[in-house]
């Protein structure tokens, strides 16, 4: 006999508030090998920066979250600071779903590249990354940004710069 399977809770996404910020402090450090920053950080990234990050939400709990911001140089390219999944939303694609939903917005339709920095042996990373260049149908690149030896005195991975562009603006 077969068994229904159990239905996936409801994400909902939204353009954060300060109000998450705490939340979004306390997944972060649910999720390494993401860096914690300050609560003060996460606070402005739920503020300052909302129009470039996304909540995901099951409920009243956070379960993912996004933090990006335009690269003042280069302001049709949003840099993508990070992502952050938590446990009972992993798995349902929900990392993609979010950086669309940024990319939707009506306020970013004119971003056409995406910019990151991942570890080399961050796997998931690199996989979301070309999972999102693929269904932007555009190319993928990387060079080291920040060197281990270099830039973080042997104190952190080397971060490798990934280029997501150009592509077409995201419809809603």
Known sequence: MLSDKTALPIITLSQPTAEVGAQVHRLISECPPLDP?????????????????????????LVGFVSGYRIPQRPNTLFVWQVAVGEKARGQGLATRMLLAILARSANQDINRIETTITPNNKASWALFEGLAKKLDTQIGSAVMFDKTRHFADQHETEMLVKVGPFKAVQA
């Open 37 to 61: 920053n300050s609560m003060y950080c996460n606070l402005l990234q739920s503020s300052h920066f909302s129009e470039t990050a996304v909540a995901a939400k099951i409920g009243d709990e």
